[in-house]
Nanobody, 125 residues
């Protein structure tokens, strides 16, 4: 079992950048597909990006591709989400998740077995 803790959220102006971190403990994140989701008030949890355990392949939601980059440092047991050109509609709680099924990059929240508690990102206009 793996525990996940997100950090790096905060308040940023539109057009700015943030880097979120997801630190794993209890087990190596190398054995999981890792992903980021987000949830805005009153909305369903939304897929952002996922990355293979090896870091060799990533998959993005269409609206984030080109602005967000997911990466991982297995030596630090940490997954990152670099967010650039932020927009007010990116405001949400961002969650890190891990999928025990490590063969395919999946985008459904129900596909993921472990979750962090989230970190708030607020983008002002």
């Amino acid at each position: 079992q793996v525990q996940l803790v997100e950090s790096g959220g905060g308040l940023v102006q539109a057009g700015g950048s943030l880097r979120l971190s997801c630190a794993g403990s209890g087990r190596s994140l190398r054995t999981y597909v890792s992903a980021w989701f987000r949830q805005a008030p009153g909305k369903e949890r939304e897929f952002v990006a996922a990355i293979m355990g090896s870091g060799g392949h990533a998959y993005y939601a269409d609206s984030m591709r080109g602005r967000f980059t997911i990466s991982r440092d297995n030596a630090k047991n940490t997954v990152y989400l670099q967010m650039n050109s932020l927009k007010p509609e990116d405001t949400a709680v961002y969650y890190c998740a891990a999928d025990s099924q490590w063969v395919t990059l999946r985008r459904g929240p129900d596909d993921y077995d472990y979750w962090g508690r989230g970190t708030q990102v607020t983008v002002s206009s």
